[in-house]
């Protein structure tokens, strides 16, 4: 009676951000669990992963989505709520600026904030209202360990990915009555394009891979059962919970 709690045939799949690092292997990872995918990103950013994805013998949708727009996201989300039903909505795709809190300009404060948290809510506006209907749904945003701790020199991603932690909050009280359940995960030390500077530093790398109990930094495959495991059934009574996958970073 296990697996069943875990499958996610006949469900459909919306990822951001699905062609690499953490995206992509929930969404390969969903692929296997038996979903159809619509991936939204950049144009050409999926082309290196649709096949593997269809050979798990489910379709694959590629959409493009500029995140830097919210308007853009709002349009596209409320294209797909009116043309297929979407079960499960997966906020992966993000942005990060590093550098000095007293260099950052307008310009690029911004940028992060309309990426990483506006066009995520315009998104997830449009794909609820159905699901609202429907009473049923599976929203997951990716936040970040930085939704609880500050960071260096990444305010504005700190900015966001606090602000993604408070609004899952915020979602989930306004829409579990409605039988949706809207939860976060909060991936630690990943190696991704995003923490290749921190892994290119040899005094960063030492420093964080010795405070990590698990000894490790994580692979994006690391995050692919918490996504399932709130994808699925299973999850049905988790609201508003964001779920670390750190190897041991917050506990320690």
Not at 161 to 167: I, Q, S, T
Request: net charge negative; proline share 4%; charged share 20%.
């Amino acid at each position: 009676m296990t697996a069943p709690l875990f499958s996610l045939e006949g469900r459909t799949a919306v990822v951001t951000g699905g062609g690499r690092g953490i995206g992509r292997s929930i969404a390969l990872g969903f692929a296997g669990a038996g979903a159809d995918l619509i991936l939204l990103g950049r144009p050409g950013s999926h082309r290196d992963m649709t096949d593997e994805a269809k050979s798990y013998g489910h379709s694959v949708t590629v959409v493009d989505l500029d995140l830097s727009e919210p308007a853009h996201a709002k349009a596209v989300g409320a294209q797909l709520a009116g043309d297929v039903d979407v079960d499960i909505l997966v906020n992966n795709a993000g942005t990060i600026d590093r550098g000095d809190s007293t260099a950052v300009t307008p310009d690029a404060w911004n940028h992060v904030l309309q990426v990483n948290l506006s066009s995520l809510f315009f998104l997830t506006q449009q794909l609820a209202g159905p699901m609202i209907t429907r009473r049923h749904g599976k929203i997951i945003n990716i936040a970040s360990l930085l939704s609880f701790q500050g960071g260096l020199r990444v305010a504005s991603y700190a900015a966001t990915k606090h602000a993604v932690a408070g609004l899952t909050r915020a979602l989930a009280n306004e829409w579990a009555s409605h039988g949706i359940q809207v939860n976060a995960i909060a991936p630690g030390y990943i190696a991704t394009d995003n923490t290749r500077p921190l892994r290119e530093d040899p005094d960063r790398v030492r420093a964080i891979t010795e405070r990590i109990p698990a000894g490790r930094w994580g692979e994006a495959d690391d995050v692919v059962g918490a996504a399932i495991f709130l994808a699925s059934r299973a999850s049905d009574y988790v609201n508003g919970h964001v779920l670390v996958v750190d190897g041991g970073w917050t506990a320690r």
